[in-house]
């Protein structure tokens, strides 16, 4: 081995460092991740265990447990079994605890018993992003993703597939029973080991069938007539072209430094209904009195956007291309035009459509209009195959209609969106594996969740501020 760099002897004795301090550099994060733990008020924030009891075993105190969770999400160890390991091992964990080596089992009952302490810990570190004044251009941009649970695709269920199954397996025994007959024709020798084999097939279907006329009833029971065994809150979703069984990830974060200001964990599949009460939130975490919040063609819903004007926020979301007329050939009702001084539409004809009646349809009321020279038009063949061309109007058409003209005028607010929001889901998603998720229910999602926020924006804020101006605007 020579002319290489040479390592010691396995048996030279060392002088090591007298202190595990000594290992520990000034900027290394791990001193970050103790400043701020200690700083927290975990009775505040609802940590169990915080003031000991007067008798039994003394435990860990949750400082130090809160301490190991937030290392391991910051360097990708969300496993409890692996943190044991690491405590017992790794340096930077050894100077962190004090050389304490939690069993994995304690470390794993902590997140599932403090779930809703945890996320009041990620939103702690929120409200500091904002008194360091990193929020500083009051726009944020809101998006979903589909993470994995741990449940298996195949101990989800719904109506069309638990139907699907049980046809299967009706039309396993029916084959497995035309086997059995013919066995019964042939020679015994060969007759009785084949009959053997097939009978314990049929019975094994049979048993998988009651199984499934269990979990039948529950479906029936369950309120979205779906069932999942494993973890009983992960729902089968659609992501891009096909289905996975897991959790929707709502996040909000801020086009200024890309921090996750808001994020909720939910088992619905879609967008629809989030975008309000996200763009809430994010104004709530940020503190300010104006926010502007944009999302994709996914979040349109006409009372979502209303009820962010309601709220002062201003909402910047396209409207879906979904015009059946459009995909057809003919006008779509955007060729309409609105006179408000009127109340009408003026079609591409020049006819006007006047007010007929209103009705409510879905909770919504709606305007009818529609004029009657329809019939004899040279365009009605462009327009419509019915005998008028009729329009609808929502009574707070206004508002998506104002919306859609500070699109036009924000060209680049889509890039914007794409540019800030889709980030994050990808880092999280590399961090967290294949499986994505290791806990079960929606309470210790959450908290999963948390953690890797948490994680994901100290990352950010160390890269902004550097280790040692954070440490020093945590102890202040």
Known sequence: MKRFIQGEHRGQGTFLPES?????????????????????????????????ADTGRPAYHPAILLKIYIY?????IPSSRRLEREAQRNVELMWLTGRLMPDFK??????????KAIRGVCRQFVGLCQQLGLFGENLVAIDGSKFKAVNNRDRNFTSA????????????????LTALDEADRQEPSIAQPKAGRLQEKIDKLKTQMKELQVIETQ?????????SLTDPDARSMMTRGTGIVG?????????????????????????????????????????SDTLSVVADRGYFKSEQILACHDAGITAYVPKPMTSGAKADGRFNNDAFIYDAAKNEYICPAGEA?????????????????WSSKCRGCAMKPQCTPSTERRVRRWEH????????????????????????????????????????????????????????????????????????GLMKALSA
């Open 247 to 287: 959790y929707n990830v709502q996040t909000a974060v801020d086009t200024q430094h890309h921090l996750i200001v808001a994020h909720e964990v939910t088992n619905f599949g879609s967008d629809r209904d989030q975008l309000s009460s996200m763009a809430k939130q994010a104004r709530e975490a940020m503190a």
């Open 219 to 227: 479906l029936n029971e369950s309120p979205d007539k779906q069932v």
């Open 20 to 52: 595990l301090d000594d290992y520990v550099t000034d900027t290394n994060p791990v001193r970050v991740v103790d400043v701020f733990v200690d700083e927290l008020d975990l009775v505040k924030l609802g940590f169990e265990g915080v003031i000991p």
């Open 397 to 468: 058409e206004a508002i998506l209609e104002e919306m859609q003209n500070r699109l036009s005028n924000a060209p680049d607010m889509m890039q914007v969106r794409k540019r800030t929001v889709e980030h994050p889901f990808g880092t999280l998603k590399q961090w967290m594996g294949a499986t994505h998720f290791l806990t079960r229910k929606l309470n210790g999602v959450s908290a999963e969740m948390s953690l890797n926020v948490l994680a994901y924006n100290l990352k950010r804020v160390m890269k902004i501020l550097g280790t040692s």
């Open 161 to 176: 597939k638990l139907k699907r199954r049980m046809e299967e397996i009706e039309s396993s025994i029916n084959r497995y």
């Open 72 to 76: 391991g999400y910051l360097n990708r």
């Open 353 to 369: 459509l006047i007010w007929r009646y209103t009705n409510v349809e879905k909770g919504l009321t709606l305007h009818r209009y």
């Open 106 to 115: 304690t470390i794993a009952n902590f997140r599932k018993d403090n779930s």
